[in-house]
């Protein structure tokens, strides 16, 4: 069998492969703790932009700040630095990026309260019901993180390039035996004491 060239994924698949994570996670800690990290994810959708917009201003001040301190520490020519002093985020796509890591440090202290909350599953049943879960939610968090930062459709090749040749002499061989007997004698001595 022959892969094509280029290779295509459907945008389905892409999203699907993404989300696995997510719901072997749901599989593993049950339907309940699922819940709790979907509210979480949610709520970070709705506030991740408006917050972004409202630190950045604080976020600036303190780059600011800091690095005219750097610069020309608590000189007399303080003021007039900082006034001059670049911003760390101006444009609305840097908003955007930092309402992306504000939407996943929401995301990420909810998954870790789901954990904390709940912990693990009791059954299989609650497992089967947590990786639906999961799947719904690591579905919502990838199409909310896909539109931010990728323009599909992408297209990707692969491109055949020439491999360095890996050659293996009997010297290396015989290094990677003593290695493993050595490892190999010093782990039976620990297990006898």
């Not at 994924?9 to 719901?23: T, Y």
């Not at 800690?29 to 709705?46: F, K, Q, W």
């Not at 199409?143 to 297209?155: E, G, K, N």
């Amino acid at each position: 069998m022959t892969v094509p060239n280029p290779l295509t994924v459907d945008e389905l698949l892409f999203v699907v492969l993404l989300s696995l994570p997510i719901v072997i996670w749901g599989y593993r800690h049950g339907l309940d703790a699922v819940m709790i990290a979907v509210i979480g994810a949610l709520a970070g959708m709705v506030l991740a932009d408006a917050l972004a917009s409202a630190v950045s201003s604080g976020v600036n001040f303190f780059w600011q700040m800091s690095s005219t301190i750097v610069s020309v520490g608590f000189g007399p020519e303080f003021s007039t630095r900082l006034r001059e002093a670049p911003r760390l985020i101006e444009t609305p796509a840097q908003i955007q990026f930092l309402g992306t890591v504000i939407f996943l440090a929401i995301t990420y202290v909810a998954f870790k309260l789901a954990f904390k909350r709940v912990g693990g599953r009791s059954n299989i049943l609650e497992g089967v019901f947590g990786a639906i879960g999961g799947a719904v939610t690591g579905y919502i968090i990838v199409t909310f993180l896909i539109p931010r930062h990728l323009a599909l459709p992408q297209r990707v090749e692969i491109v055949e390039t020439q491999l360095p040749a890996f050659t293996l002499d009997a010297s290396v061989v015989v290094l990677i035996v003593l290695i493993i007997v050595v490892f190999a004698v010093q782990g039976s001595k620990k297990k006898k004491k």
